[in-house]
Structure formats: structure tokens, C-alpha cells
């Protein structure tokens, strides 16, 4: 009977780096998020399949936009279902606007969500900060500049400097 004794191996460090990214608190949150997009996939479909392309189809004169089809090959029909039970190849232009508008809707309804979530965890903005009072270093610098600028204009505005700077 041959044993292995795991012990002393080195586990490869795409384990560790694995294990890391899976107890990430955002990759728990991207799982609930796919999760709930999964379920709000589901009711936007519905949304237009059956409230606003009937809608729509009124407004357009009665037109089912699932039966706008062409058909390449085969046998043409009045509906979509009709050709594809007799094996036409068609393009079915109609499936695609409907994911047009879903996506439109899908992409509407997570702005709205983000913007709502934003305006209600935005952060407070910072106070304004106090004036700091300037190290002594720039206050010696800025009383020898105006010095200086009184002793060009020719003005003794300030007194003059007696002394020496130890």
C-alpha cells in the first residue's frame, strides 16, 4: 500500500490567491446582484411582452412585433411560430426589437436604481477646513518681503530693522 504525505507540499499560490477573491465581500455582492438581475430579467420581460408591445403594436396599427420575421428558406408563414415549425430559416427581426426594449428598459430601470441609491448613501461633504496659522518660518518671511518692498518704494512705512539677525 503506497501513502502520500501531503504535509510537506507547497500549495500552489493560485489557491491561496482563489480563496482570497472568493471571500471578497464584493464577489458575495456580485453573486446576489446576478441573482436578483436574473429574477428582474424575468418581470422586464414580462413588462414588455405583455403590457407595452401590445401597446406599441396598437400604436403602430395592430402589428405583433414577434411576427416581423423574413424568411430566408423555406415554406413562408403569417407567424413566426408557423415557420419555425416548418423549418424556415428566418430572421426574426421582430425578437430582436423586443430585446432592443428590454435591454432599453433594463438599462432605465438600473439608472434610476443607482441614481435613487446614490442620492440616499451620499456622503455628507467635508466641512471647510480652518485657516492654519503659517509656521513662524513664513511669518519672518512675509515681514522681510514687506520690509523690503517699503525700503524700494522708498517709503519707511515700516520701521526699519536695527540690529543684527542672529
Excluded at 491561496?16 to 436574473?38: K, T, Y
Excluded at 403602430?60 to 415557420?83: R, S, Y
Excluded at 441609491?117 to 451620499?122: D, E, N
Amino acid at each position: 500500500m503506497v501513502q502520500f504525505d501531503l504535509r510537506g507540499a507547497k500549495r500552489p499560490a493560485w489557491i491561496q490567491d482563489f480563496q482570497s477573491f472568493i471571500m471578497r465581500g464584493n464577489v458575495i455582492d456580485l453573486a446576489v446582484g446576478i441573482i436578483i438581475g436574473a429574477a428582474f430579467t424575468g418581470i422586464v420581460g414580462s413588462l414588455v411582452k405583455d403590457i407595452l408591445n401590445p401597446i406599441l403594436g396598437l400604436i403602430v396599427g395592430g402589428i405583433d412585433f414577434t411576427n416581423i420575421f423574413i424568411t430566408l428558406k423555406g415554406p413562408h408563414a403569417a407567424t413566426l411560430a408557423e415557420a419555425q415549425k416548418a423549418g424556415a430559416v428566418t430572421i426574426n427581426i421582430g425578437v430582436f426589437i423586443n430585446a432592443v426594449i428590454n435591454f432599453l428598459i433594463v438599462a432605465f430601470a438600473v439608472f434610476w436604481l443607482v441614481r435613487t441609491i446614490s442620492k440616499i448613501y451620499r456622503k455628507p461633504e467635508p466641512a471647510p477646513a480652518a485657516p492654519a496659522e503659517p509656521p513662524p518660518t513664513e511669518v519672518l518671511l512675509t515681514e522681510i518681503r514687506d520690509l523690503l518692498r517699503a525700503q524700494q518704494a522708498g517709503t519707511s512705512a515700516l520701521p526699519r530693522p536695527t540690529g543684527s539677525i542672529e
